[in-house]
């Protein structure tokens, strides 16, 4: 069965940081690059966004319980665990947080695109931090992916 639970490990890491990566720095900025409605574009992106969320904090949360499992208390001495407990955290920052703020301000500002709006600045403002915090998790992802081996002894 412990068998059955390193594999695991290892589809969870590869699933969320491979999401990560797939739709934060592949599918959306393609998708804004050929799609002539950006509105569009951004409603794709957010749609998939919040897939990646999901399966985040469900892979995260996995992860956690693997630490423990493993390892029990001393799970809190590793690195490992704190990326992860990082990484869990920042998504649901992002994505209870930020991206609430983010639709209330595309509501506030109909019937005009938010970006056409007295809004775009802290719109704007907004998206910026969220970018910085999904780059954040993005490199943690990247460390996760480096250092899982160690996660699995």
Not at 8 to 25: H, K, M, N, R
Not at 85 to 98: D, E, S, W, Y
């Amino acid at each position: 069965m412990s068998r059955f639970f390193e594999g695991l490990y290892s589809i969870a890491v590869a699933l969320w940081v491979g999401g990560l990566f797939a739709i934060g720095y592949l599918a959306a900025p393609v998708l804004f690059s050929q799609l002539a409605d950006r509105t569009l574009a951004g409603n794709l992106a957010g749609a998939m966004f919040t897939v990646v969320a999901w399966s985040g904090m469900v892979c995260g949360v996995y992860l956690l319980l693997y630490f423990f499992g493993r390892r029990g208390i001393r799970a809190l001495q590793t690195g490992l665990f704190w990326i992860v407990l990082l990484m869990v955290a920042l998504t649901v920052a992002g994505h209870f947080g930020i991206q609430p703020i983010l639709a209330q301000l595309k509501a506030d500002a109909l019937p005009r695109q938010v970006m056409e709006s007295a809004l775009r600045d802290r719109f704007a403002a907004w998206h910026g931090v969220s970018s910085v915090i999904y780059l954040v998790q993005s490199l943690l992802g990247l460390w996760l992916v480096l250092w899982q081996e160690r996660g699995r002894r």
